[in-house]
Nanobody
Framework: QVQLEESGGGSVQTGGSLRLSCAAS???????LGWFRQVPGKQREGVAF???????VFADSVKGRFTVSQDKAKKILYLQMNLLKPEDSAMYYC???????????????????WGQGTQVTVSS
């Protein structure tokens, strides 16, 4: 079992930036880590992913604005969010798949470990 803990959410104005962090209790040799977001009444949406080979996957809606990185030694995944828009407002969740690399289009069903979430609110 792996524990994931997100931090870094908050409230910003349109155009602002936030950096989310996800601390993991352990990694595996091959893994895929990801960020999802969800608003009430909607499905959880994949935002950005990074695997142990360094491959990155981004949702079209965040390409060019969000970056994902990791500190392998500290087992922390980061999501740098720039040029934030009101539609980026959501609960953001960190997720981990410790059984393989990221697929071409990771989905929530691929991940067995989830954090509790951190709220991001972008005001216009």
């Amino acid at each position: 079992q792996v524990q994931l803990e997100e931090s870094g959410g908050g409230s910003v104005q349109t155009g602002g930036s936030l950096r989310l962090s996800c601390a993991a209790s352990k990694y595996a040799y091959h893994y895929c880590l990801g960020w999802f977001r969800q608003v009430p009444g909607k499905q959880r949406e994949g935002v950005a992913f990074l695997d142990s080979d360094g491959r990155e996957v981004f949702a079209d809606s965040v390409k060019g604005r969000f970056t994902v990185s990791q500190d392998k030694a500290k087992k922390i995944l980061y999501l740098q969010m720039n040029l934030l828009k009101p539609e980026d407002s959501a609960m953001y969740y960190c997720a981990a798949d410790l059984y393989g690399l990221c697929g071409w289009q990771p989905s929530a069903a691929d991940f067995g470990h989830w954090g509790q979430g951190t709220q991001v609110t972008v005001s216009s």
